[in-house]
């Protein structure tokens, strides 16, 4: 199956039915592949999405997120208990949360794979596709695992690739710099831990906001770790396949 992903018309040629021929020739060129299926995303309803995913928003800069004015202050809320609010420790807490490396590749790979079965509809991973994608690129994709202090084994997972944001005609900022949360896999860890040293490692490489959305089991770390829902939703469509039933977000084991 292919993932369309990046379907991307230049804001000054929209509407003018760009999108549908950029997908005929996706579609036949895929199809050159012996490929006949695919997923894919839309913000609009097309037709009966497989499912429908919300965005959430974490901030790890209130200050710069409110200068932006990608957000406000609560009511009630002063700055400085904002910043209170969403202030993270200094260095992840989780002993063994480490950066991937390449070495580590079959380990994640095979923890993946047991991982995302469990979902109706999920990526299938392989070593190259894990290299590819998840292997850490500075401003690109970060990736961190946990290693069991006792077994030596990866146990734990978590990555996200960033997000840049363009805020025109504001006086102090012209992007703001975020990340969206990928694949992540608790074995050990409790999710909300693992996530949180997310949030710090992602806060620690100067980003100002992290998302995620209701996919797989993010419902078990959003409410905790003070992510609230955002205005955006995905549905999520597969081309040239039929699910016999709609699937929850949390049944959903890709990220597009
Ligand atoms: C999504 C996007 C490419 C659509 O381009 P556009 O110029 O607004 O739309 P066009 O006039 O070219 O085409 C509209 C048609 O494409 C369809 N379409 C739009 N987005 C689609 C998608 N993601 N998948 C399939 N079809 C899509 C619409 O339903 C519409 O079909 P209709 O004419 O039968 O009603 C454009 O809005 C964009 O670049 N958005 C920002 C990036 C984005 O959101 N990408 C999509 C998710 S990755």
Redesign the pocket.
Same mark, same amino acid.
Do not use: D, E, Q, W
């Given at each position: 199956m292919a993932k369309?992903?990046? @379907?991307?018309?230049?804001?000054k040629?929209?509407?003018?039915? @760009?999108?549908?021929?950029?997908?005929k020739e996706l579609t036949r060129r895929v199809h050159l592949q012996n490929i006949w299926q695919a997923a894919?995303?839309?913000?609009?309803i @097309?037709s009966r999405p497989v499912t429908t995913c919300r965005h959430w928003v974490r901030m790890l800069n209130p200050k710069k997120l409110i200068d932006a004015g990608l957000t406000r202050l609560r009511d009630r809320m002063t700055l400085s208990r904002t910043v209170k609010l969403y202030k993270l420790p200094d260095a992840p807490i989780t002993p063994g949360f480490r950066e991937m490396e390449r070495r580590d590749v079959p380990a994640v790979t095979e923890l993946l794979r047991k991982y995302l079965c469990q979902f109706g509809v999920a990526t299938d991973f392989d070593e190259n596709y894990v290299k590819h994608w998840l292997l850490p690129r500075e401003n690109i994709i970060y990736s961190y695992l946990v290693v069991s202090p006792e077994t030596h084994d990866v146990t734990d997972f978590c990555s996200f690739y960033t997000v840049s944001i363009t805020i025109p005609g504001n006086q102090k900022y012209t992007t703001v710099k975020g990340v969206y949360s990928y694949c992540n896999v608790a074995t050990l860890t409790s999710f909300p831990q693992l996530m949180n040293d997310a949030l710090i490692v992602a806060k620690q490489k100067g980003f100002d906001v992290f998302y995620a959305s209701d996919v797989m089991q993010n419902e078990s770390f959003l409410k905790e770790l003070r992510f609230y829902p955002g205005c955006g939703q995905?549905h999520y469509?597969l081309y040239n396949y039929r699910l016999r039933n709609g699937l929850k977000p949390s049944e959903l084991g890709i990220v @597009?």
């Open positions: 369309i992903n990046f @379907l991307c018309v230049h804001k040629l929209r509407s003018k039915g @760009l999108a549908p021929v950029m997908i894919y995303t839309s913000r609009h @097309l995905v469509y @597009l």
